[in-house]
């Protein structure tokens, strides 16, 4: 690998920019630290441009190379923001503040692509223009949406984009990708059924709204297993059940429901929006109630390019010496939008055996920061050559 020994001589500066951006979490748009940390770093290394304030609290950085013989610009995204999650590592470098941990590496991807954008500034070494881009509220904030609509694209005529993200489970510094669909839309629905409330004694004077919700989450499950293709993916989850009564003795008048519907087709997404939409009132009505439905639409299906999946690809196996077939997700990544605006790719590089993201023990490994940055690198020196 052509950039391995900078990176290996790299690992401690960029691993201590790393556990400084863990032990300061920021969540959604508030990464107001950790943003100004990115460019003042950036503008350190002699980036040609560095823009902050992209999409609220996003930095742009532009690396021009020795030559610009056709043009060509490159984007290369991660992640800045934390999740409001309470810390339990014991680490030296474990947040310091409360409720809020870098519970899904995005304190290593920030870390992976300013170690890439330090070496790309000091060897440019390709020709054209790579621009950094590190985008806020990843997790739930639609961040990646909002640097688009804020032009980001079209400013620095970015043609292509690339993103990555750690997979615990999978062998450290090894990489993974699919091409087409890769991680699912995510949706929200609240439910909100209404009877006529009374004494658990007397079930013949109410509408009984507990009964009614119950029956309505059932109802719900058929849309995977009666409504889409069996060859289809989706998934209907009812996560919150809460109703008006905390008594043991009180029929409640009223039910919230809350969930979330998973898919990867906009056919599918449709369907399930549209049987939601058509369940839920009409169970009521057969058993004397309402229910009214809210659904909101999250982020779209994110769809790897099939050139440009080829493209990351063969990067990986430069780095690695192989690339494995990635499997489906049913998660979220709000790099769809940017995959919506530019063709490009996403693809996993391995954290070892760690806890799953998302849980209070998980850590980002630093051994696999040498990987990850020589990544980038590669996929900017292999799609625009030196001249």
């Known amino acids: 690998m052509p950039v391995k020994n900078r990176f290996s001589e790299l690992l401690t500066e960029i691993t201590e920019w ?16 950790t943003s100004a940390r990115v460019a003042e770093l950036l503008r350190a290394f002699g980036c040609d441009e560095v823009v902050e304030g992209i999409g609220r609290t996003g930095v742009v950085g532009v690396i021009k190379g020795k030559s610009d013989s056709n043009g060509r610009v490159v984007g290369l995204r991660a992640d800045m923001d934390a999740l409001p999650i309470l810390e339990d590592t014991g680490l030296e470098y474990a947040s310091e503040t409360p ?19 330090k070496y790309l500034c000091e ?21 990646g949406r909002e640097m688009c609509e804020d032009g980001m694209m079209e400013r ?4 292509e984009v690339y993103g990555m993200h750690n997979w615990p489970g999978h062998p ?4 993974a990708i699919r091409p087409g669909a890769f991680f699912a839309a995510t949706d929200q629905f609240e439910l909100f059924v209404e009877g006529k409330g009374g004494h658990a004694a007397k079930p013949q004077e109410v509408v009984d709204t507990t009964v009614i919700a119950s029956q309505i989450v059932l109802a719900l499950q058929t849309i995977a297993s009666r409504n889409v293709d069996p060859v289809q993916q989706v998934v209907v989850s009812v996560t919150s059940f809460e109703t008006e009564s905390k008594a043991f003795n009180v029929i409640p008048q009223k039910v919230h429901i809350k969930g979330t519907v998973r898919t990867l087709s906009e056919d599918v997404r449709d369907l399930a929006e549209e049987r939601i939409k058509v369940i ?5 009505q057969a058993m004397g109630g309402t229910a009214e439905v809210n659904y909101m639409r999250g982020y779209p299906v994110m769809v790897n390019h099939e050139t440009e999946t080829e493209y990351a690809v063969k990067a990986a196996e ?9 499997p489906l ?10 995959l919506e605006e530019r063709p490009g790719a996403y693809i996993l590089v391995g954290n070892g055996d760690t806890a799953a993201v998302h849980h209070p023990k998980y850590n980002f490994d630093d051994n696999a920061i040498p990987a990850g940055c020589s990544w980038w690198v590669e996929m900017v020196e292999s799609r625009m050559p030196a001249a």
């Open 18 to 33: 790393r556990r400084d951006f863990h032990a300061h979490p920021e969540i959604l748009f508030e990464t107001h630290r």
């Open 99 to 117: 409720g809020a941990m870098h519970a899904c590496g995005h304190d290593g991807h920030t870390a992976m692509l300013l170690g890439a954008a």
């Open 123 to 143: 060897t440019r070494n390709f020709d054209g223009t790579t621009v950094v881009i590190f985008q806020p509220a990843e997790e739930g904030g639609g961040g």
């Open 156 to 159: 620095w005529n970015i043609q």
């Open 172 to 175: 450290l510094g090894s990489f």
């Open 280 to 284: 839920a009132p009409l169970t009521a």
């Open 318 to 326: 430069k780095v690695a010496g192989s690339c494995a077939d990635a």
């Open 329 to 338: 997700v049913m998660g979220g990544e709000d790099f769809a939008y940017m």
